[in-house]
T-cell receptor, first 113, second 112 residues
Framework: DSGVTQTPKHLITATGQRVTLRCSPR?????VYWYQQSLDQGLQFLIQ???????AKGNILERFSAQQFPDLHSELNLSSLELGDSALYFC????????????FGEGSRLTVL | AQSVTQLGSHVSVSEGALVLLRCNYS??????LFWYVQYPNQGLQLLLK??????LVKGINGFEAEFKKSETSFHLTKPSAHMSDAAEYFC??????????FGTGTRLKVLA
C-alpha cells in the first residue's frame, strides 16, 4: 500500500459525459501528479500540482482540468468524453516537487462507451 | 527535452535465467533515474532509484541497475528470473523541469 488513494477504481460512462477522479496523496505529501496510461500511448504525464498550485503541464487536453484543494487532495475532471479517453488514470505524490520517487495510487480505470 | 527509451516492449526469459531490461535516457544527466514495476491491475511500485551517490544501485526483489554516463544508459538486471517477476517495467527520469518522464514500458514474461 503506497498510501495514495484513488477513487473510483472503475468507472463506465458514455461519450459526451463528464467525470471526476479523486486522489488523496500520502499524508504530508505536497505534490500531486496525474498520469494517463493507455495501451497505445504508454504512461503520459498530464499535470502536476504543488501545495495547491499548478506546477507543470504535460499532454493534458483542454477538455481535462484538475485542481488541488487546501487539504491537498486533487481532482481530475474529464469532460466531453470520447472513446479514446478510455484509459487508466494514475495519481502519484511526493513530499516536495522533484525530490525522490513518486508514490502511485492503484489507478482509476475509465471506460467510455 | 528529456526522453527515455526502453528497448524491447516485450522480453521473455526462462525461469532462472538472467533478466536484462534496457533503458537509455537523452539529454544531460537527470538528477534521478528510476525503475518501476507494475503488476496486473496495480499501480507502479518503485524498484530502485539512482541519485548520483553510486553508479550501481540495488533495489528490491534482487534487481539492480547500473548507471553508465558514457552510454546514457540505466539497464535493469536480475541474475535469476522468478515466475513472480512477470510484470511490466518502466524506466523513468526526474529533473528540474518538474516532470517525471516515463519510458513506454517493457513487459517481462518468465517461462517455466
Amino acid at each position: 500500500d503506497s498510501g495514495v488513494t484513488q477513487t473510483p477504481k472503475h468507472l463506465i460512462t458514455a461519450t459526451g459525459q463528464r467525470v471526476t477522479l479523486r486522489c488523496s496523496p500520502r499524508s504530508g505529501d505536497l505534490s500531486v501528479y496525474w498520469y494517463q496510461q493507455s495501451l497505445d500511448q504508454g504512461l503520459q504525464f498530464l499535470i502536476q500540482y504543488y501545495n495547491g498550485e499548478e506546477r507543470a503541464k504535460g499532454n493534458i487536453l483542454e477538455r481535462f482540468s484538475a485542481q488541488q484543494f487546501p487539504d491537498l487532495h486533487s481532482e481530475l475532471n474529464l469532460s466531453s468524453l470520447e472513446l479514446g479517453d478510455s484509459a487508466l488514470y494514475f495519481c502519484a505524490s511526493t513530499p516536495a516537487a522533484n525530490t525522490g520517487e513518486l508514490f502511485f495510487g492503484e489507478g482509476s480505470r475509465l471506460t467510455v462507451l | 527535452a528529456q526522453s527515455v527509451t526502453q528497448l524491447g516492449s516485450h522480453v521473455s526469459v526462462s525461469e532462472g535465467a538472467l533478466v536484462l531490461l534496457r533503458c537509455n535516457y537523452s539529454s544531460s544527466v537527470p538528477p534521478y533515474l528510476f525503475w518501476y514495476v507494475q503488476y496486473p491491475n496495480q499501480g507502479l511500485q518503485l524498484l530502485l532509484k539512482y541519485t548520483s551517490a553510486a553508479t550501481l544501485v540495488k533495489g528490491i526483489n534482487g534487481f539492480e541497475a547500473e548507471f553508465k554516463k558514457s552510454e546514457t544508459s540505466f539497464h535493469l538486471t536480475k541474475p535469476s528470473a522468478h515466475m513472480s517477476d512477470a510484470a511490466e517495467y518502466f524506466c523513468a527520469v526526474g529533473g528540474k523541469t518538474y516532470k517525471y518522464i516515463f519510458g513506454t514500458g517493457t513487459r517481462l514474461k518468465v517461462l517455466a
